[in-house]
């Protein structure tokens, strides 16, 4: 009988090159976070939220019971890539005083 990875089980994997590879180490503790976690974290409104969801700019909670709840590595990651693009601005240089531009 053939031994499974840790990740695979049968049947259930249909790519077999993604199957054979080997996956980094899968935290077990998820971490759900309220929407009043989330718009504390993000700095929002519930309104804000609300629309940048309705935009699909901000994934969309899981439902469970009454209430949406977030996983926090994916709100984090979420606020790392908005964020990307301050970590890699730099000013404009300043046309020298002899120069016009059109």
Request: net charge positive; with cysteine.
């Amino acid at each position: 009988m053939n031994k499974l990875a840790p990740h695979q089980s049968v049947g259930l994997c249909s790519n077999e090159r993604i199957c054979n590879e080997e996956k980094p180490h899968i935290s077990t503790r998820i971490i759900l976070l309220e929407k009043s976690d989330v718009i504390k974290r993000l700095g929002v409104s519930e309104r804000t939220l609300e629309n940048l969801m309705k935009d699909r700019k901000f994934p969309r909670g899981l439902k469970l019971g009454k209430n949406a709840k977030w996983d926090e590595a994916a709100v984090e990651l979420w606020l790392a890539q908005a964020l990307a693009p301050q970590l890699t601005w730099s000013p404009q240089k300043k046309p020298s005083r002899g120069s016009r531009t059109s």
